[in-house]
Antibody, heavy 116, light 107 residues
Framework: EVQLVESGGGLVQPGGSLRLSCAAS????????MTWVRQAPGKGLEWVAN????????YYVDSVKGRFTISRDNAKNSVFLQMNSLRAEDTAVYYC?????????WGQGTLVTVSS | DIQMTQSPSSLSASVGDRITITCRAS??????LAWYQQKPEKAPKSLIY???NLQSGVPSRFSGSGSGTDFTLTISSLQPEDFATYYC?????????FGGGTKVEIK
């Protein structure tokens, strides 16, 4: 069974940092692009970033460029999102998903709350 | 950035009804469009890619059509498990963008 499990969310103060992880199983992780998507409370979906199979290509939404870094460890079947200089507007459930442009499946999400 | 506009933002329907959700792109995106279903407190689920191709395991009552700027998602006979929020997403160019969602509620 293909499974994605996010972790690392929590409460952080504005300006702080957090590192999200997504552990994959049930498929050959190194064959797939991986993506992070977020959803603010009560709002719609926003694509955040994605990363190529070998990590050589990464793309970000403008609002997180320079603050967030996506990375992966194919030996550990994991993708990460390092989030620095966090702002209140980064508060959201963060999902990882398999794929570059069509996303399937998705993990259950991890909640990040940025508040003082 | 390509803006995706869904309509309606919500609708009420009964089991067995046929419903159609519309998604319009701010510029042409060929058939680079996907649809997702999200139930409350759950992760989104992929339904359709390439505007009209059903993901494996998705019931045939779901269908998608369109190209260019105008797209539709149709559920031919609404089932109790279909009450959810539906999102379109373009993947013609970065940044990938989603529509605002259409909430399908029980009448």
């Amino acid at each position: 069974e293909v499974q994605l499990v996010e972790s690392g969310g929590g409460l952080v103060q504005p300006g702080g940092s957090l590192r999200l992880s997504c552990a994959a199983s049930g498929f050959t992780f190194s064959n797939y692009w991986m993506t992070w998507v977020r959803q603010a409370p009560g709002k719609g979906l926003e694509w955040v970033a994605n990363i190529k199979q070998d990590g050589s290509e990464k793309y970000y939404v403008d609002s997180v460029k320079g603050r967030f870094t996506i990375s992966r460890d194919n030996a550990k079947n994991s993708v990460f999102l390092q989030m620095n200089s966090l702002r209140a507007e980064d508060t959201a459930v963060y999902y990882c998903a398999r794929g570059r442009v069509t996303l399937d499946p998705w993990g259950q999400g991890t909640l990040v709350t940025v508040s003082s | 950035d390509i803006q995706m506009t869904q309509s309606p933002s919500s609708l009420s329907a009964s089991v067995g009804d046929r419903i159609t959700i519309t998604c319009r792109a701010s510029q042409g995106i060929s058939s680079w469009l996907a649809w997702y279903q999200q139930k409350p407190e759950k992760a989104p689920k992929s339904l359709i890619y390439g505007a009209s191709n059903l993901q494996s395991g998705v019931p045939s009552r779901f269908s998608g059509s369109g190209s260019g700027t105008d797209f539709t998602l149709t559920i031919s006979s609404l089932q109790p498990e279909d009450f959810a929020t539906y999102y379109c997403q373009q993947y013609n160019s970065y940044p990938l963008t989603f529509g605002g969602g259409t909430k399908v509620e029980i009448k």
